[in-house]
Every structure is written in C-alpha cells, then in structure tokens.
C-alpha cells in the first residue's frame, strides 16, 4: 500500500514569504504547528541551496515545486538540477499560458509535458499537471483536462488534481481521482463553502465538499502527498493551514 503524507503548499504562505529571512521565519512556523514537508511555489527570490539549509534545519522535506510550464519545455535542465539540490522528487506544471487553453493547445500540451516528464523520470524525478477550473471548458465532446490526459502519455505525466478547482470548473472530484488511478501521486486539498451565495475558499474539512468519497478515490488511486492550498483565508494563513492540518488528522491522515 502507499504511504500517504500531508505537506503544505507554500503558495497558501506566498505574502510572508517574499524575502530569504521571511521565508526561514515563516518556515519555522510551518513546523512549529506539525507540518513536516512543503510544496515549494510562490515564495521569493532565494538559491535553491539556501533554501534546502532552511528546509533541513526545520525538519522540513521539499516533496515537490510548482514550475512554470515555459521551464519545463524550454529549460528542464535547470529544473534538474533544482530539484537535485532540493532533494525534491516531484514536480508539478502549475497551469498554461492563456493562448494553449484550446483543443489543439491541450494536444500540444500533452506531447511536449510528456517529453519533459520523460526526461525527467530518467532523472528521478515525476512530473505531474496541476488543474484549475479553466480545464473543464469544452472542446467539442471533451474538456480540456480530458484531452490533457488522454493525449499525454501515462508513464511520463501524472496527475496533481485540485480539488477546489474540480468542483469549481462543475467535476466531481471524486471522480477524477478514480480517473486517475495509478496516475495521482499528488492532490491538492482545498474545501468550498458558501458566503452571501458566492463560493469561497475554506480549510479542509470546514466546507463541503465530500472528503470521505474523495479520500477513498485517493486511497484506490495510490496518491502519496496530500497537499494543503489555500489560494485565500479567511484567516492567517498559518491558522488556516493548521485547522486544515488538524481536520485531515481526524480523517485518518497523517
């Protein structure tokens, strides 16, 4: 069976960390309420071996990054290396440019993440597509997110599904972690709730979307990482990731 782990995604943190000193306090946070691994996205300009030093002296394991779609196709050595210095054995493309949100733009998509993931699992390293809402537009019988996958090949791009996003773009969450089985190493956790009719974001577990089907999918599907965002709290942010921590913990998670 998989092991299963919780991490924090840094992008939840990206306005307490803008500075190699901020990010070390913000850091050091993160531990001090039990987190024990990250998702490295959104934070300042730091040396990846700086930040691996800071990593390692708050117990911290980089278990993935978010990198840009541009980086991977045009400069996967660098990435590479990146993630060798940072130990981190999971990479994930964190959307498109605007102008590839098309049919023929989720084939092109699909052929050159394949490439880039190829290269990359020759070097350890797994490379995953992070989805938002804008994948779930129609392209005539399929949504974007579907071409992605089904165009792309399985053993070089897996899946890092979010399910906020999923939920938001009219998915089942659920669903598309069964879809992905074997294919879903990473998840981003994100819970939905209502305020004055509009959707917000809201911790795991505080809103509602249905955590014992989606847990269940994730189990089936062999995901290892749960990783908490929350792209807006309510709250600081660190609160925010603790409550989530807290609830997933009561949902079996650790």
Known sequence: MTET??????????DYMKTPQDIAKTLCELSEIGYRAVQVSGIGPIEP???KKILDNEGLFACATHTGYERLVGDIEAV??????????HVAC??????????EGYKKVARELSQAGKILKENG???????????FEKYGDKIGLEILYDESNP???QGEIDTYWVQYGGGDSA???RRLKGRLPLLHLKDMSIKQNEQIMTEVGEGNLNWEAILKACKQAGTQWYLVEQDVCQRHPLESLKISLENMNKMGLS
């Open 5 to 14: 782990k919780i991490g924090a995604q840094l992008y939840t943190l990206r």
């Open 94 to 103: 964190p959307g498109l440019p605007p102008e590839l949100h098309n049919g």
């Open 49 to 51: 071996k700086e930040l």
């Open 80 to 89: 590479i290396e990146e993630h060798k210095i940072l130990g981190a054995p």
């Open 155 to 157: 053993e070089y791009l």
């Open 125 to 135: 390293i797994t490379l995953s597509y992070h989805n938002h809402a804008i994948e």
């Open 175 to 177: 669903a598309w972690c």
